[in-house]
Nanobody, 125 residues
Framework: QVQLVESGGGLVQPGGSLRLSCTASGYITSINAMDWYRQAPGKQRELVATVSGGGTTNYKDSAKGRFTISRDNANNTVSLQMNGLKPEDTAVYYC???????????????????WGQGTLVTVSS
């Protein structure tokens, strides 16, 4: 089984910064894309940023120039550095990853797609 565990959320004033981190654990053999999504109250979950296995990044328009996604393949970790935070960035942020893990039950590699538990980011004065 694969688990994603996030950290780094909290309360920050407008214009401030936060860094979110997410670590994937389990018998992981490879990870393709790693992403950050967010869901604000009463709204649908939306993609904020994504980084491919090769390091190619993409961002939601409103995140460009303020957020930076990065990954550490050796440690199966993805981070999201958020600068210039705005009240509209307030949401629960979720880590998401797609890849393969070794299943000892089936004695083979199997695909996974997992979500973290979510971490709350509140931007308010």
């Amino acid at each position: 089984q694969v688990q994603l565990v996030e950290s780094g959320g909290g309360l920050v004033q407008p214009g401030g910064s936060l860094r979110l981190s997410c670590t994937a654990s389990g018998y992981i053999t490879s990870i393709n894309a790693m992403d950050w999504y967010r869901q604000a109250p009463g709204k649908q979950r939306e993609l904020v940023a994504t980084v491919s296995g090769g390091g190619t990044t993409n961002y939601k328009d409103s995140a460009k120039g303020r957020f930076t996604i990065s990954r550490d393949n050796a440690n199966n970790t993805v981070s999201l550095q958020m600068n210039g935070l705005k009240p509209e960035d307030t949401a629960v942020y979720y880590c998401h990853a797609v890849g393969q893990y070794y299943s000892d039950e089936y004695d083979e590699n199997r695909n996974f797609e997992n979500w973290g538990q979510g971490t709350l980011v509140t931007v308010s004065s």
